[in-house]
């Protein structure tokens, strides 16, 4: 066969060579060791935690290194695309703090590699295809989409491996004159790969993840451009990952069965392979045992999840990083304030089998997370998920922002601050008593009379000064308490409950529940202070009478 020809014949509107693309393209001026990755998502329209995963290793590796990290977008199958998905993609990227120093952009492109949209590097990816051609390593395929079911229904009838291999691979060694006459008569067809290896064949691979693998050669003649001309996803991989000067790939393992057949790419073309990182997915317990989060199953697989759930940005950041790297949790819990950067991350340290998914400790790194901003900070975050979420809520936030921020800063800051907030839309419940149109009551504990709890109340209100400072208020709580015959003290209730009827504790039990309508509050004597003088009395007084 006259590849040469065939080349011709197939690509003559290629002119271009790849040394020009060599040299259009050169290798980047990086310091040794430095990593040059990317991220690569499809256009899907949904993105989930997982690319967040893959984006976030990748952005650890480039940046920790001095390397680059930008951004491809593989829009070569027309048939997922969503409109707008790809805005979308940009933005979630943004929005999660995925920070890339090149590649597409919602303005265009931005770097010295691009384009970085596969379906505008067509003549790229055909100047490499010709080469193969020229090579033998590459040849037209026409069977038609009726032939390949028929092969396909042959195996499985045969019992034998699926896949254009062997004597099933049709058009290997046609003839010029068949390919010629195909042609002519315009029939469609794809370029597929020449493969030389062997299922025969095992070799060992060393992922950076997932260790050495012994992994089986391909023998399949796989698929390099459809036959509108768009490469598949192996062959962009392997033109682009050479072309933009990648050192890592940082991709899910379900790529890691196409592995054989990328290295075989990579060395027809005379590229040398980038070294991989393949993650594994994320798994989740069902019940005792695990399984991969599902889209279909698992809507906190979407990330607009995590925004509509009210997570802040920076601790869906934190909590992915516990899941890779075990020792985040203690460098955070040492340097409660450093930017998550001076960690040192490390690829070696993530779970070769994929990391497990666990709500209950997303909502502690959260929680955690929100204790550490000041009240500004959560002011402003929750009043901007208000805004989308809640609009009602965001109106009574905005309309006397001192007051939300003093409600807010009730034990923020210090060694202990609390935690009761692990989403915004938590802080709602949280606040609500502080507003009359939101406030409700649960009611009085169970255990007292009515005439105990309204003398209590009412002999409160006698001594209640607003200009008390917190001790001199607790004392007057305690003498209500000894008034009514309750132990003012605890230790002494403690060392015999019998001897009293209740305790200073019960006493404020029910200022509790008459000034917020809860059995749990943060401090009282601050809650009152941010309530005011009136709204105190008035809600202790239509506590009594509501008794
Ligand atoms: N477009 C591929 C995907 O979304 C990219 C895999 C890769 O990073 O190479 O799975």
């Not at 399949?220 to 768009?230: E, F, N, P, T």
Request: with cysteine; charged share 25%.
């Amino acid at each position: 066969m006259d590849t040469m020809k065939l080349a011709e014949l197939l690509f003559p509107h290629v002119t271009a060579t790849p040394e020009e693309l060599e040299a259009r393209f050169p290798e980047r001026k990086v310091p040794e060791g430095a990593v040059i990755t990317r991220m690569a998502p499809s256009p899907t329209g949904f993105v989930h935690l997982g690319n967040l995963v893959q984006g976030l290793v990748a952005e650890r590796m480039a940046h920790q290194s001095g390397g680059v990290l930008f951004l491809r977008v593989e829009d070569t199958d027309a048939k997922r695309e969503v409109p707008g998905a790809v805005e979308v993609l940009i933005d979630t990227l943004a929005h999660y703090g995925i920070r890339f120093d090149e590649g597409a952009t919602k303005t265009g492109d931005c770097g010295d590699y691009g384009p970085y949209r596969q379906r505008q590097r067509a003549d790229i990816y055909h100047v490499y295809a010709k080469k193969l051609v020229q090579q033998g390593d590459a040849y037209p395929c026409f069977c038609t989409e009726e032939e390949l079911t028929q092969m396909r229904a042959d195996q499985e009838a045969k019992k034998v491996n699926f896949g254009y291999y062997g004597p099933y691979a049709v058009w290997r060694d046609r003839p010029m004159e068949d390919i010629q006459a195909a042609l002519d008569a315009g029939k469609p067809w794809v370029l597929r790969f020449r493969s030389t290896g062997s299922v025969e064949n095992q070799f060992k691979y060393t992922d950076l993840v997932k260790g050495v693998l012994t992994v089986t050669e391909n023998d399949i003649d796989q698929v390099l451009l459809k036959s509108d001309g768009i490469p598949t996803y192996h062959f962009a991989h392997a033109v682009d990952d050479h072309l933009m000067r990648t050192t890592h790939v940082v991709r899910g393992d379900e790529w890691l069965p196409s592995l054989p057949f990328h290295l075989q790419l990579f060395r027809a073309l005379g590229f040398k392979a980038p070294k991989y990182v393949h993650i594994g997915p994320l798994m989740k317990m069902d019940g005792t045992s695990k399984r991969k989060l599902s889209k279909r199953k698992d809507p906190e697989l979407a990330l607009t999840y995590y925004k509509a759930e009210g997570f802040p940005v920076r601790a869906v950041y934190e909590y992915i990083m516990t899941l890779l790297n075990s020792n985040y949790e203690d460098w955070r819990k040492a340097n409660p304030a450093a930017s998550s950067d001076e960690f040192k991350f490390s690829y070696k340290k993530l779970n070769p089998a994929g990391a497990l998914f666990d709500y209950a400790k997303l909502c502690d790194v959260s929680k955690n997370e929100i204790a550490r901003m000041d009240a500004e900070t959560v002011y402003a975050l929750a009043t901007e998920y208000a805004g989308e979420f809640d609009p009602d809520f965001a109106r009574v936030l905005k309309g006397d922002p001192d007051y939300a921020k003093a409600i807010l800063s009730i034990g923020r800051g210090g060694k202990k601050p609390r935690k009761d907030l692990a989403t915004w839309k938590d802080v709602k419940p949280y606040m609500s008593f502080f507003y009359d149109e939101y406030f409700t009551s649960e009611g009085f504990a169970e255990g007292f009379s009515a005439d105990t709890i309204r003398t209590a109340l009412e002999k409160f209100l006698a001594v209640y000064d607003f200009a008390d400072d917190a001790g001199v208020w607790f004392d007057k709580v305690k003498a209500v308490t000894a008034d009514i015959g309750f132990a003012a003290d605890m230790k002494e209730y403690k060392a015999n409950p019998d001897a009293y009827p209740g305790s200073v504790a019960d006493v404020s039990g029910f200022l509790r529940v008459a000034v917020t309508g809860r059995t749990n509050s943060p401090d009282l004597y601050t809650v009152m202070q941010l309530l005011g003088y009136e709204r105190t009395v008035r809600r202790i007084r239509a506590a009594m009478e509501a008794l």
